[in-house]
């Protein structure tokens, strides 16, 4: 065991302060990896205040962090996946149980004994897992990923929670050419929904409450841009999408998408507010339309997301960050103020 450099919150109320946290020596099947860059998601933030205590209790101290990028600096004998050098990431998983029918397909978001890279049971120290808010990170080889070297390390590290947070269910729902596709919610993970659907063919619908972001939406691959508190705009795309992906991470009037919603339209929530959402039967039933819930993605797809991300130079737009700058980030993030994610440049971290 060694320790590693951090930042923590004690209480869901207490301000992030620097710390100084557990790691486990790397084992057989492990790679150690100096974080350089780590995204903030809002989930970071929902789960270190504890708002989503009914279904996960936040434990403290709480490092949160899954959005990481570093540099692989040590390597167990078993490892064959990276060499000393190699960059890695490493999302929302770093483990699971292997065995289990949901991992053997591939789908470890779904193994019951999955562990969560924060707040998740540590099976080799006790305690609990902490985040990427830190300089090192130690994982098994399998819930690492390769990142593709065109990629600005910066503006990758989101799209190991952001990035196939969006990307899985919209290839679950077929998103692709001649689908009408919404995205609702201008963040960090509604921008790269923007950015996939985009390259994914279909015609592309953002819907904000801020109109501020509406050249944004447009740069960013969006066809049309809708005000989602403007009604009579709202009205006109009635009946018209084949899905629409709710990326909001506070209480909102869901229904007022299931009533866009096509035929046979799904709406598929990834947005995970504090409070549960009031939805209408009859939005659904006139229309036989669906609505779903997807979390993140398996590595098989994460890698996927990753090459296609390679491929079409797909990365976030950020705003890169030093870690002492955190609380005030956080202030913002919840103001719906960030072009579109902060990246936390680790480096930032040596001083502490
Ligand atoms: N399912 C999963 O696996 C998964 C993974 C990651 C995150 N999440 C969840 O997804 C949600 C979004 O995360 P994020 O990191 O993208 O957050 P974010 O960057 O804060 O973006 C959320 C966006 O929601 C919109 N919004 C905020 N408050 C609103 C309100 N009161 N009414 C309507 N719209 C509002 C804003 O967009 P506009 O300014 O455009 O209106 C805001 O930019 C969070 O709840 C997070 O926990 C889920
Ligand atoms: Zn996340
Ligand atoms: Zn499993």
Known sequence: MFKAKAFSVTSPTAPFAPDSIPRRDPGPDDVQIEILFCGI??????????????????????????????????????????????????????????????????????????????????????????????????????????????????????????????????????????????????????????????????????????????????????????????????????????FILDAVSADHDINAYTQLLARDGNITLVGAPEKPLSLSSFGLIFGRKSISGSPIGGLAETHEMLDFCGQHNITSDVEVIAIQQINEAYDRLLKSDVKYRFSIDMASLKSE
């Open 41 to 242: 998601c809002h989930s970071d933030l929902h789960y270190s205040r504890n708002e989503w205590s009914a279904v996960m209790p936040a434990a403290y101290p709480c490092v949160p962090g899954h959005e990481i990028v570093g540099r692989v600096t040590k390597v167990g004998s078993a490892v064959s996946k990276f060499q000393i050098g190699d960059l890695a990431g490493v999302g929302c998983l770093v483990d699971s149980d292997r065995t289990c029918p949901e991992c053997k397909a591939g789908l470890e978001q779904f193994c019951a004994n999955g562990v969560l890279t924060y707040g998740g049971p540590d099976k080799h120290l006790g305690g609990v897992t902490y985040g990427g808010y830190s300089d090192t990170v130690v994982v098994d080889q399998h819930f690492a990923l390769h990142i593709p070297s065109n990629l600005n390390l910066a503006a990758a590290a989101p799209l190991l929670c952001a990035g196939i947070t969006t990307y899985s269910p919209m290839r679950h729902w077929c998103v692709s050419k001649g689908k009408k596709v919404g995205i609702v919610g201008l963040g960090g993970l509604g921008h790269m929904g923007v950015k996939f659907a985009h390259a994914l063919g279909a015609h592309t619908v953002v819907f904000t409450t801020s109109p501020n972001k509406v050249d944004d939406a447009l740069r960013l691959g969006a066809d049309e841009v809708v005000i989602s508190r403007n009604a009579d705009e709202m009205k006109k795309h009635a009946g018209t999408f084949n």
